[in-house]
């Protein structure tokens, strides 16, 4: 695969236009387009690449293969192999449900098969604080995030509290102190901050899609 085909590829599986990609992966949207232009992906943009993108592979960036994601070590198996079929979508999601998204297999909870998708689980994008990029009723794929320090500058994340809010906001940096600041991309809503120690759960928007039929 040429450079331009394996970057237009992954702005179609983790983002959908050069802006909402260059947002994730931490760079400007001209040098997605510089990229894009003189058909190159510097080491840097791969750099840059895998730290946004863990799942992806180093030899699909280098055009050595056609696959996106890696491999489980030390066996043929896609790291995602062991989980059932598709992840669950969370069309009606309850707040007290929000404690674990990606559990146990629960048969009664719609699943939702997307190729290429590595996100443990799907809910529904409600109200407009982070229009332009998430717009009500998108549906967005999530998967944990183990540690606050794992956070991304930049990145889009669903963050839960203990009382039970379910937030979809823009982390850019790591406060130093005992807040978290939380972004909105709807200039009509200013920054604002939590309590790290109120967190319970923060989640990192891995896709979005705006029809799931």
């Given amino acids: 695969m040429e450079p331009r085909e394996i970057i237009n590829t992954l702005i179609e599986q983790f983002g959908g236009t050069q802006k909402v990609f260059s947002e994730r992966i931490g760079v400007s949207q001209p040098t997605i387009a510089s990229w894009l232009a003189q058909n190159k992906l510097t080491r840097g943009g791969k ?64 699943r939702v098969v997307i190729p290429g998708s590595v996100a443990e689980a799907f809910l529904p994008v409600k109200g407009n604080s982070m229009d332009p990029t998430l717009q009500n009723g998108d549906i967005v794929g999530i998967k944990a995030v183990t540690s606050i320090e794992n956070i991304r500058p930049n990145g889009l994340y669903l963050i839960l509290t203990t009382d039970n809010e ?45 029809d799931i039929e």
Wanted: proline share 6%.
């Fill in 47 to 110: 750099m840059r690449i895998l730290e946004a993108l863990p799942d992806v592979e180093m030899a699909f960036l280098d055009g050595r293969r056609t696959g996106l994601y890696r491999k489980a070590e030390n066996t043929g198996r896609d790291i995602h192999a062991d989980l059932p079929e598709g992840a669950p979508f969370y069309h009606n999601l309850p707040a007290s449900a929000g404690q674990n998204y990606a559990g146990d297999y629960d048969p009664s909870v719609k």
């Fill in 166 to 210: 379910r937030m979809l906001k823009r982390i850019r940096n790591i406060d130093r102190g005992e807040e978290l600041t939380l972004y909105s991309d709807n200039p009509d809503y200013s920054p604002f901050q939590v309590l790290k120690s109120q967190i319970c759960g923060i989640y990192r928007v891995t896709s979005f899609i705006r």
